[in-house]
């Protein structure tokens, strides 16, 4: 890996786990103002200190994070269609190679819409991007999107979108936790990341997907709703840190929210074990 492609992926990941905890802010594209998500900038600034990177939009990123800001930026460089349209994978680049090295940012990322109307489109699109990249040392991160069929979150299927963004150069690859994930992980060369996906039930619930993730070979989360959406985001986003990087519990991460958070959780007063649990090497 280049120089400058091998430093900005390093900016983003931690050298001592080997994971990131990334913060999720880019569904405006499609969707507007998301619900937590409405002041973009009021929703940004507690959590920024506590993010490992920062997903969003230009747009955003211009008028809702100070530019002294040091949290790398992994920059959204797709959209073209909002949730008003039924099919949702005619995507292309909105933002070009340039204006993401202008930014400063750390990683450009783009859906790619896997057995959709669009595929084909948005294969090519990714390999044109990671064209681009590898000419700038900017790490591509294709994220396997599902449209609004959430039932396709099956192994089978990602485990294919995301070897095939994989085959076509991109570097890092977020997509979704599913039943058999290590399966996905398996057939995946580089790096991949977990998207939360809608709110769950509880703080517990999306605590226990990012655990299971980690265990099963994710490189961490790239998450939204699950962190802006909580009770308590910051707490929630210092919980996930815990488990990503610490290999916290999701007991003793849930006492993080507990305490951090005000909330009566229900393991709040449950010990917090005095060390991690080991971890393999991560890949
Ligand atoms: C929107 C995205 C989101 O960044 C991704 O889904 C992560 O956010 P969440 O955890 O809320 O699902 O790519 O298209």
């Not at 002041?39 to 969003?56: C, E, K």
């Not at 100070?66 to 949730?83: D, E, F, K, Q, Y």
């Amino acid at each position: 890996m280049d120089w400058g492609m091998e430093n900005r992926m390093g900016r983003m990941f931690s050298p001592a786990s080997g994971n990131t905890v990334m913060l999720a802010v880019d569904h405006g594209y499609f969707m507007g103002p998301t619900r937590s998500l409405e002041d973009a900038r009021a929703t940004i600034a507690p959590l920024l200190p506590h993010a490992d990177a920062l997903a969003l939009t230009r747009g955003i990123l211009r008028r809702c994070v100070p530019p002294t800001a040091s949290t790398p930026i992994v920059l959204r460089v797709s959209g073209g269609v909002t949730v008003l349209k039924e099919d949702l994978s005619d995507e292309h680049i909105t933002t070009s190679m340039r204006e993401a090295l202008r930014l400063n940012a750390s990683a450009v990322a783009m859906s790619v819409f896997v057995g959709a109307p669009h595929e084909h489109e948005s294969l090519v699109h990714l390999g044109e991007l990671v064209d681009a990249g590898e000419d700038a040392g900017m790490p591509v991160m294709a994220i396997t999107a599902v449209g609004k069929e959430l039932e396709k979150r099956d192994a089978r299927y990602l485990a294919l979108a995301c070897r095939v963004s994989a085959e076509l150069g991109a570097h890092l690859v977020k997509t979704y936790y599913c039943d058999d994930f290590a399966k996905v992980v398996e057939g995946c060369p580089v790096p991949l990341v977990v998207a939360g996906g809608p709110k769950l039930d509880s703080d517990r619930a999306a605590l226990e997907l990012a655990r299971r993730a980690i265990d099963e070979g994710a490189h961490g989360i790239d998450m939204g709703r699950n962190i802006w959406q909580s009770d308590h985001p910051v707490a929630m986003l210092k919980a996930l840190r815990a488990i990503v990087h610490e290999q916290a519990s999701v007991d003793d991460a849930l006492s993080i929210v507990g305490e951090e958070g005000g909330a009566t959780a229900p393991s709040a007063a449950r010990p917090r074990s005095a060390t991690p649990r080991a971890r393999a090497p991560s890949r």
